[in-house]
């Protein structure tokens, strides 16, 4: 018997971000499984059905449900918004409180952009690491102290809370929502149907104001292009800006001017989206997983796959392999 599709609510919220509200219903309604069955029943609600919704670019949305679907939906997401009482005054209307107040608790709870001003201001954020929109990050800490916010990052999952930054990051996190959900595959066909990549590299902090790079400069690019094909060699502060023949000083300031991050990080960041692939692709032991992403040892490569997405390479590869079976797990 087949089980019946995931039930997404997208709760619009009055003035509403459009872009936002889209990318649920394009990423995760073009997910299908292998018979080519809808993987997500992804629809729009708002606290009143069939009532027109402005949003921030100049059209009306009509909802096709009201709250009633967030009783039943087993992922609730709320897109961005310039909904006054959240963004400015830290406080819910009646309404909103009522209607967040009937999402299933086990169901998971998303925000894209300025949405996290609402997940924040229903206190579901208070103690949780979370991120939003790089602009608004200075009042969301204003008026929300008490949630541990990055702006740095494209997303953030924390037990059943997830949260986006700023706009196409939304697409970002729905890409990681069914890898989570249903594997690579799924995802990256997803991700070829919107067009998209699958996996952003970077965090949001590329997208922070900032100076550009000189004029003239050849720049970074292909270093970090070399770097990519020798991600198992040693790939030291020194050994990178000698290969883009620049002083170590120059080079660092390019490196983040082009990136928004520090040689360091991003070649961490790379080893470990090469030790994910691997895992997600091969059936190599962890150690040699490790040694090819330049990680080093499988304790090594465990302590920053659980400092870095929260979970260990066997959990990870269990995750994201659907043909990985038991008897894999245990002799890995």
């Excluded at 925000?111 to 996290?116: H, P, R, V």
């Excluded at 740095?152 to 990051?169: K, R, V």
């Excluded at 660092?252 to 990136?259: S, V």
């Excluded at 520090?262 to 190599?284: F, I, K, M, N, Y």
């Amino acid at each position: 018997m087949v089980g019946a599709p995931h039930v997404v609510a997208v709760l619009a919220l009055e003035p509403l971000v459009g872009f936002d509200m889209t990318i649920p219903p394009m990423v995760l309604g073009s997910a299908k499984d292998e018979q080519g069955r809808k993987l997500y029943d992804v629809h729009v609600c708002g606290l009143h059905s069939g009532r027109g919704l402005s949003s921030t670019t100049g059209y009306t949305v009509i909802p096709e449900f009201g709250p009633e679907l967030l009783a039943r939906a087993d992922t609730v997401i709320v897109p961005g918004t310039q909904m006054p009482e959240p963004r400015t005054q830290g406080i819910l209307t009646p309404e909103l409180a009522e209607a967040l107040g009937t999402i299933r608790p086990r169901a998971r709870i998303v925000s894209i952009c300025t949405g996290a001003f609402v997940l924040a201001a229903a206190g579901l954020l208070d103690g949780r690491r979370a991120t939003t929109h790089w602009k608004f990050a200075e009042a969301f800490r204003a008026l929300y102290p008490l949630v541990r916010l990055d702006e740095n990052l494209l997303f953030i999952e924390d037990e059943n809370i997830w949260t986006a930054a700023g706009l196409a990051a939304g697409i970002d996190l729905c890409l990681h929502l069914l890898r989570t959900d249903h594997g690579s595959a799924v995802a990256n066909d997803a991700a070829r149907y919107c067009v998209v990549p699958p996996w952003r590299e970077g965090g949001q902090s590329q997208f922070i104001e900032q100076q550009v790079p000189e004029p003239g400069s050849d720049g970074t690019a292909p270093t970090r292009l070399w770097a990519l094909h020798h991600l198992h060699h040693e790939l030291d502060l020194n050994s990178l800006a000698a290969h883009a023949c620049m002083s170590v000083r120059t080079f660092t300031r390019r490196f983040k001017a082009e990136t928004g991050m520090a040689p360091g990080a991003w070649v961490l960041q790379q080893r470990l989206r090469h030790a994910r692939q691997l895992l997600e692709t091969t059936d190599l032991p962890i150690d040699e997983v490790a040694r090819s992403a330049g990680i080093g040892t499988a304790a090594s490569l465990r302590h920053h796959m659980r400092s870095e997405l929260g979970v260990p390479p066997l959990a990870y590869r269990k995750t994201f392999r659907k043909d990985w079976h038991r008897e894999d797990w245990e002799t890995a």
